[in-house]
């Protein structure tokens, strides 16, 4: 791949310096292995370095006599190899194609521009996000306070509950003051600053991307990961995030892309492939975060409702970005704990955005598909238990999660241990493929789970 990125990128690739005399005279795409000591004879302007031992390979390049500096690390700087050599920065994919006997190869390369970090604009005029602003923190008032008299197990538990206080103190006290410019300004930034700080990272997070000097890992991985399973069904577009909350990451061929972008859109992509042919279906998610699985859900114009459950602070993250991203679109907020949530109100409503203890208020079998991501794993065990039997209560298709795999220091429940959902057969369990969470991501990593409702 490197190779053809190289290529693509306008090097001519010379030759493939390699110790091991076996190897000396093997071609790889028409490119000769030669030994070490061919270096100088070779004359390459660059030598890259795709071994793990850059160190005993950039002394034994100098030792034979190649300027040190002209040896450049790929593994230490991954992509960023190629602009250290005065190329572009690029991600790629490669498309095959077979006519029945012999295959063909055709790379598909994305122009990454540079990363994306200074503010991007709210489209809306800020009289609309004062607006925005006043309805969603309204329905968050009236949420906590509800909260307050909420069933223990619907109450938030020790993670969230200390991850709120920590970082959610000025937002509180801003609207406890009814500050309407504090809090609209917050919330337009809300991608940079402590309000995600556990669903994006927050201001850590903002700060280190930009600090880092070369593109992470994740972006030619998670694009590998997202073409694979999209399957030729997905443009590169439709996973940029929304310009809501002040988003950063990769502009890619103009596109804003970030950790969350592949992955959310890949989330909505496979839900609406399940639901194929159903009617206006019903999605509940419990937790949905800042709102980027409901994003891509509603991106389309698919006819159907999106429903969240989740604590009022990130209900009100969502809630937020999804009238910004759609202003045309029908949200329902939260109001009181009388709400009609029979399926044929609901489906008034492109998006219904209700606190978790309202789940049991779900009419049975009224949903057609539950999700849940990064998210059981991090509540009280007795709330999962609820959780599961209310999803095996509501649900009359599918249920699909992904949580821990293994059990990290903080307080952070493995998958194996949840309980299994009584009318439900798991069609898979695998686990994730994204970068950060997969199997190579020790002590943090993640299992995928769908299950489908048995008749
Ligand atoms: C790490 S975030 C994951 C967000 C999103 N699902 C994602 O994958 O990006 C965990 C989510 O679980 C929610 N959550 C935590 N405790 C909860 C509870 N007891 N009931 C419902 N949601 C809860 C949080 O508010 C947050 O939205």
């Given amino acids: 791949m490197l190779m053809d990125l190289c290529r693509e990128s306008g090097f001519e690739v010379c030759a493939v310096l390699d110790n091991n005399p076996a190897k000396w005279g093997e071609q790889t795409l028409g490119v000769a292995t030669v030994a070490p000591q061919q270096l100088l004879a070779v004359d390459p302007d660059y030598v890259l370095v795709l071994s793990r031992s850059f160190r005993a390979i950039a002394e034994q390049a100098a030792d034979l006599g ?59 005029p800020l009289e609309k996000q004062r607006r925005v602003v006043t309805e969603v923190v309204r329905a968050f008032s009236r949420a906590r306070d509800d909260a307050r008299r909420a069933p223990a197990l619907y109450r938030v538990g020790e993670n969230w509950g200390g991850l709120l206080q920590r970082t959610w103190g000025d937002f509180y006290a801003m609207v406890e003051s009814g500050d309407l410019e504090g809090l609209t300004s917050m919330l337009a930034n809300y991608c940079r600053n402590p309000l995600s700080h556990s669903i994006l990272g927050g201001e850590g997070a903002f700060r280190s991307f930009a600090a880092h000097p070369v593109q992470e890992a994740w972006l030619q991985h998670n694009l ?5 399973l999209a399957d030729g069904d997905a443009a590169l577009e439709e ?11 990769y502009d890619v061929e103009g596109h804003l892309i970030n950790w969350n972008s592949f992955v959310n859109h890949w989330r909505a992509h496979r839900c609406l492939r399940l639901l194929d042919g159903v009617d206006h279906p019903l999605v509940a998610e419990i937790g949905g975060g800042f709102g980027g699985f409901a994003y891509q859900l509603l991106r389309g114009d698919r ?4 429903i969240d459950f989740d604590l009022p ?55 057609d598909f539950c999700i849940n991501t990064i998210s059981f794993s991090e509540m009280e065990y007795p709330t999962i238990v609820e959780y599961f039997s209310q999803i095996d209560r509501i649900c009359s298709r599918y249920f699909y999660h992904e949580n821990l795999s293994c059990h990290p220091e903080y307080k952070g429940f493995p998958s194996s241990v949840f309980p299994r959902p009584r009318h439900f057969r798991q069609l898979f369990v695998s686990f994730s493929p994204w970068h ?15 299950y489908q409702r048995q008749a």
Wanted: with cysteine; net charge negative; aromatic share 10%.
């Fill in 66 to 124: 190649y300027p040190r500096e002209r040896v450049i690390d790929y593994h230490g700087e991954p992509r960023g190899a190629l602009r250290a050599m005065g190329g572009d920065n690029l991600v790629c994919h490669y498309d095959y194609v077979c006519d029945g006997q012999g295959m063909q190869k055709h790379i598909r390369k994305y122009r990454v521009k540079g990363k994306v970090t200074q503010d991007i604009p709210c489209p809306a």
């Fill in 224 to 228: 590998n990961v997202w073409m694979a």
């Fill in 239 to 249: 996973a940029a995030m929304p310009p809501v909350g002040n988003p950063y990451g």
């Fill in 303 to 306: 006819p159907l409702t999106y």
């Fill in 313 to 367: 602070e990130n209900l009100l993250i969502a809630s937020y970005s999804l009238a910004l991203a759609f202003p045309e679109k029908r949200i329902l907020l939260y109001d009181s704990p009388h709400m009609n949530l029979d399926p044929s109100v609901l489906r008034d409503y492109d998006a219904v955005m209700l606190p978790n203890f309202l789940l049991p208020a779900m009419a049975d079998a009224s949903v």
């Fill in 436 to 450: 950060g969470l997969d199997v190579y991501t020790l002590g943090h990593s993640y299992l995928e789970r769908l």
